[in-house]
């Protein structure tokens, strides 16, 4: 798309951060960040692979930061059920994310646990909490909450660990929640910028604001599950985008206003422009820390009491396991590893392998 729209893309009002992420997008597996040749010590097949970009919104460079991001989770998990709770900004307050995103992503991680925080409180607990960062919603549309999930007790002042979970389905009633969250995160906003808070203030006490609480997670492996899903997603994924042609992009969307959304999907066609655009709305500012942990679920807390705590609730403390070199499959055969044999940078491989020396290396099986 980027090809398509050349000089264009300076004119979609792009501040150059986001610019600057587009091109390394872009250029993300192509010759112009250099490759390796590599050859399948099974099949004996030569072939050529370009480098990564490694950026954190590009589709094609997550899979490894997720799973090593769940291998480190597995080791802290506990004996209790864990909670999973979606805090949602008013669509009111899209212009000021436009205008100042760190100032509103910010506010929101600290109000939400501030609500969780007091909440615990009142039950005379401690209570921890990983957030994880989402802005867009199915249609590329600026959409800001966090994935919020929490075990379903807390660390008394002795402590030990005190389970607070009641009958409901629910850790903590939605509708108070959602009420003391709009309060704080309006005091913080109006203390960060009184003048940017007047402008939108009405609009932000106009309707009731949005908590979606769901039950709670079954077991250990569910929450785990879950994080793999929701903690290195970007706003949008190849395998959603349908067709580009020369005008227009296609992409699958679920429309939410369906009473079954998984199994209806649509279709929505954008403009390369307008795909850009919407695109570029997600791309966090420089160094935005968007995975954060709180409470007793912090590094600093775990550190310290984290495996004292699993002693006490009987846990078998898993020990973090090597991190084992990533070992690529051989795209012919499927099954042998591929071994690096030469380096190269952005003038591309030598001369010497290719013409007849890929011509005579077909797959062996």
């Keep these: 798309m980027l090809n398509f729209l050349g000089e264009k893309i300076e004119h979609l009002g792009l501040n150059s951060w986001q610019t600057r992420t587009l091109y390394t997008i872009k250029k993300c597996r192509t010759a112009s960040l250099g490759g390796h040749i590599d050859a399948c010590e099974d099949c004996g097949k030569i072939s050529i692979s370009y480098n990564s970009c490694r950026n954190r919104h590009c589709p094609k460079c997550q899979g490894k930061n997720r799973e090593d991001w769940i291998l480190k989770r597995e080791t802290e998990l506990l004996p209790v059920p864990y909670f999973h709770v979606v805090f949602t900004l008013p669509e009111s307050i899209n212009s000021l994310a436009i205008h100042d995103p760190k100032l509103v992503y910010s506010t929101l991680f600290e109000a939400a646990w501030e609500t969780v925080l007091a909440f615990g409180k009142n039950k005379k607990v401690q209570m921890g909490m990983i957030a994880i960062l989402h802005t867009w919603g199915q249609q590329l549309s600026l959409h800001p909450h966090l994935h919020c999930i929490f075990p379903g007790g807390g660390i008394d002042e002795k402590g030990n660990w005190k389970n607070i979970r009641t009958d409901g389905k629910f850790l903590f009633p939605v509708k108070a929640l959602s009420k003391f969250f709009r309060a704080k995160y309006c005091e913080k906003l109006k203390t960060r910028s009184s003048i940017l808070y007047k402008q939108i203030r009405q609009k932000l006490w106009q309707k009731p604001w949005v908590i979606f609480a769901k039950r709670p997670f079954g077991n250990a492996k569910s929450v785990v599950e879950y994080l793999g899903r929701y903690t290195h997603k970007i706003a949008i994924s190849n395998h959603r985008i349908k067709d580009i042609d020369a005008q227009n992009v296609t992409f699958d969307y679920k429309d939410y206003r369906e009473k079954d959304p998984k199994k209806i999907k649509k279709q929505m066609q954008l403009t390369h422009e307008e795909f850009i655009r919407r695109f570029s709305l997600h791309i966090l500012p420089k160094r935005f820390v968007k995975i954060r942990h709180f409470g007793f679920l912090s590094s600093t807390w775990k550190r310290q009491k984290l ?18 070199p990533f070992q690529r499959k051989c795209s012919c055969c499927k099954t042998g590893n591929l071994i690096t044999l030469l380096l190269f940078d952005k003038r591309g491989p030598p001369e010497f392998y290719f013409g007849d020396r890929q011509k005579t290396n077909p797959c062996k099986k």
Excluded: A, F, N, S
């Excluded at 004292?308 to 078998?316: A, C, F």
């Design 307 to 324: 495996k004292l705590l699993q002693l006490k609730l009987k846990v078998i403390i898993l020990e973090k396991q090597e991190k084992k």
